[in-house]
Each structure stands twice: as C-alpha cells, then as structure tokens.
C-alpha cells in the first residue's frame, strides 16, 4: 500500500509539472501553473484578442475603453456580460479588488513604466500580467512592428489559457485570408508613401517604426514616412510631414476629435496645400481598434491596399 501511494503521489506531482506553461512575455518568462480563472483586459484591442479565443468566461472584467469612446456596436455586444471596471487605466486597487489573478496589459496600454500597475506591483497580490508584444519597445529593444507581433499574441494566449488549438486555427485562419486577398490585389508600380494621423494639431501624434500601422501600411503594399522613426507613437513636427509628401494620409478614428474633423483639418489647412495625399484628397480612416494589435488588423490590410490602389 506504501508503494501505491508512492505511485501516486509522483503521478499527482508529475500531473502537476505537466500542467505549468511558460510563455514569454516581453523581457520576461512567465509560468502559469493553471489556466487564469480571473482575467481582465486592458484596451479594446486586448479585450478583442480574448474574446476571439472564446475567453469571455474566464473573465472577471475588463478596463481602459469606455474612457476613450473606443466602443463599437460589434465590440459593445461582444462585453455585454462583463463589468468595465475602470473607465481608463485601472489602478492597483481595482484590479486586486475584482480577485483578478491575470492582467492582459501593455506598456501604455493599461500600465506606464514606473507606474504603480506594473508586473512586479502585481505579482505579490497573486495576479500575473502577460505584456502586449508591440509594448516591449517601451522596456527594451525589440524589432520594428510586424503582424507576427499580434499572431504572438494570439499563441501565447492560446498556451496560456490552454486554447492552443483554437489560438492555432484563427492564426493560420487569418494569414491565409490576407495571402488569398492580396494575391487577388493588382500589383502596386512603387510603394505609396504614407502618414499616420492619429491626432494633434500643433504637432502630430503618429505611428513610428515600432507601431502597428507601420506594419499594416507594410503588409498592405505602402510605406510608412516615419518608418526610421525609432519610437512607437509620438509626435513629430509638420515640417517633416510636409517635406515626406505622404500620398496616402490614414487618419485614426476615435476620442473626442471626430474623423471628420481631422480631416477637415488637414484638408483646409494651408500649409498641407502641396502633400500629395491633400491634393488629390487621398484619405483613408480606419478605427482604433484596427490600428492597435489586434484581429481587426486583416480588416485594415484590406483597407488599406484597396486606398493604395485607388479604391
């Protein structure tokens, strides 16, 4: 009898090794010793991510939309079931007190470096944090921003909440829509030069290298005139703008200035007279939560390469 408890207590022991996952996020590896039961998302892009893996019941809430008007119809029935425990970044003391023992964030996507919600704030009230992939450059260095940036993601959730075969499928899903879309494409002579405007009138807040426009205009056939811009989103003077002549010029819709009326804007504003993308009044809006890493970014490929062809 001595030996089968043995027995059983190395099996137990040896269920429970098999049963951690580690996963790597950011700077950092992080081992899960069971599926969260208590998450909450940062942002309307993260909260998408989980909601696409079937996640919902795993959720005890979610954080930081409400406060930028980034809700849709779509999204707005997606989170019908789940409390918005915090209109904007959450503090330490909203997400110990929804008992969350998982934060899906980012580096300015629900916590700030030197902030009080951060990993190592969180870990001692037992609440693990996997980071944004696109937000690593705010900690470290990391290669410019790519769509495998959202896939991993995607995978790492999957391992994480043990949904890897469903993680798997709407990836290879995805990738296959884009090539069988783009393939159908006409071919482009050269690549469109094109500016991000998110917002800002004194000065432009845009999209760099390391964020996730860069690799959307990338993968839709153009080229992102702040592309050897070494940050994520910043702002940049409107001289360079001028002097980069975007053909293309992608507005960001959300918050409290309209789309309209950035484009209004940019449209009657003198001293954008000469840009390419004024003159000919090439102009393309897409929602946040189409730049943001997220599963709307096939939607934006589309849209974008269909505005380069002159669609």
């Known amino acids: 009898m001595k030996l089968n408890l043995t027995t059983l207590a190395a099996l137990l022991m040896a269920g429970s090794a098999m049963a951690q996952t580690t996963v790597q996020s950011c700077d950092r590896e992080v081992t899960f010793d069971a599926p969260p039961q208590a998450a909450i998302s940062n942002d309307v892009n993260l909260t998408e991510m989980m909601l696409v893996l079937g996640l919902a019941d795993r959720m005890v809430g979610y954080t930081g939309i409400s ?10 029935a997606g989170v019908a079931a789940l409390p918005e425990l915090s209109s904007q970044y959450p ?55 790519s769509m495998g940036d959202m896939y991993n993601d995607l995978r790492n959730l999957g391992t994480i909440f043990d949904v890897s075969d469903r993680a798997t499928a709407l990836i290879e899903g995805y990738q296959t829509e884009l090539v069988t879309f783009l393939a159908d494409q006409p071919a482009l002579d050269t690549a469109p030069r094109v500016f991000v405007y998110d917002s800002g009138e004194d000065v432009p807040f845009t999209a760099g290298r390391y964020a996730m426009p860069n690799a959307l205009i990338e993968a839709a056939g153009g080229t992102n005139i702040m592309n050897d811009f070494d940050k ?27 789309a309209a009326q950035k484009r209004e804007f940019m449209m009657s504003n003198p001293a954008f007279a000469d840009i390419d993308a004024v003159r000919n009044d090439r102009l393309v809006v897409l929602e946040y939560v189409e730049v943001t890493p997220g599963p709307r970014n096939i939607e934006a490929v589309k849209t974008l390469a269909a505005a380069f062809r002159g669609e």
């Not at 002549?245 to 992608?250: L, Y």
Request: a negative charge; glycine letters at 12%; aromatic letters at 12%.
């Open 67 to 76: 406060g930028w008007n980034k809700l849709d119809e779509g999204m707005t």
């Open 91 to 145: 503090s330490r003391e909203v997400l110990i007190g929804a008992d969350a023992d998982f934060f899906f964030a980012g580096w300015n996507y629900g916590m700030k470096v030197g902030g009080e919600v951060t990993p190592e704030t969180l870990e001692p009230f037992g609440i693990q944090v996997y980071e944004l992939t696109e937000s690593c450059i705010h900690i470290g260095e990391k290669d410019a921003a």
């Open 232 to 258: 994520s989103w910043a702002t940049v003077g409107w001289e360079a703008v001028v002097e980069r002549n975007p053909e293309i010029i992608v507005i960001v819709n959300y918050g409290e200035v309209t």
